[in-house]
């Protein structure tokens, strides 16, 4: 009896250097409401498809997860077919949010205390809306950062979510980001995003860049809406959505492979 042969691959074809796969860990934010505008928020679309897309390209495998677990929503403005065409461009997060397989992925998240992070090579925490008022004080999110860091492994965090960053610490007590060169939605984006809407957004009590220097933090920004991230040694930072790409090749430079 003759065997069937196996189908032919008509994909394109990614040179590796490992036998077992590059395993990345990125992690959304459960939905919340905003306590300035009262309105169901959630984790940005592009922080999460942007890098996810980069991913791919190497041949990657991804775990999204959340620090709840369960289904997770991305922000209303981020989603490119929403009626404010604030995401109108976004033409990556379109193809990922009309994609049922990788929708499946947000149906029903792992939750981060749920994992180990021996299991992976480096982690991604993306931004959005809900990280402002969820991740600065998520204990599980500070661990997950902490092991990354402190077991030499690239450790990523994007525009809103390194608010998880801002009080996390190192096993001596000592705050991460002390000395570090990061980035992070910049002031001039707030100001931009609350005039934009008519409203504060993001409680000024909760802005990223203030918050980072009185940790110690050498805070840098490459402009109004310019994509921009900045590598310290294993700690990636990216300025907001439109960095996550650069966020991604920093980290895939980071892994050298």
């Known amino acids: 009896m003759t065997a069937t042969p196996p189908a032919p691959v008509h994909h394109s074809s990614i040179d590796t250097v490992r036998t077992a796969p590059t395993r990345v860990l990125m992690v959304v934010a459960n939905s919340a409401v905003s306590t300035t505008t009262g309105w169901s928020v959630g984790f940005w679309a592009a922080e999460l498809t942007h890098p996810y897309f980069e991913f791919s390209q190497v041949g990657y495998e991804v775990t999204v997860a959340s620090p709840d677990g369960g289904k997770v929503e991305v922000d209303r ?103 570090k060169t990061v980035t992070a939605f910049a002031d001039i984006e707030e100001e931009f995003s609350d005039e934009r809407n008519g409203r504060e957004i993001t409680p000024r009590e909760l802005r990223l860049e203030p918050a980072l220097k009185a940790r110690g933090a050498n805070y840098v920004q490459g402009g109004l809406w310019k994509p921009f991230a900045v590598r310290d040694g294993r700690l990636i930072t990216g300025q907001q959505q439109y960095s996550g790409r650069k966020v991604a090749v920093l980290l895939i430079e980071a892994l050298g492979h």
């Open 77 to 179: 403005l981020s989603d490119p077919r929403d009626a404010s065409r604030w995401s109108a461009d976004d033409l990556i997060s379109m193809g990922f949010l009309n994609t049922p397989e990788l929708m499946a992925l947000l149906e029903d998240t792992p939750r981060l205390a749920d994992l180990d992070p021996d299991d992976f090579d480096a982690i991604v925490v993306c931004g959005g809306q809900s990280p402002s008022f969820t991740f600065r004080d998520n204990k599980d999110l500070h661990q997950a950062i902490r092991a990354f860091y402190e077991s030499e492994k690239p450790t990523a965090v994007l525009c809103h979510g390194v608010a998880a960053l801002v009080d996390a610490t190192l096993s001596d007590g000592s705050y991460l980001v002390q000395g």
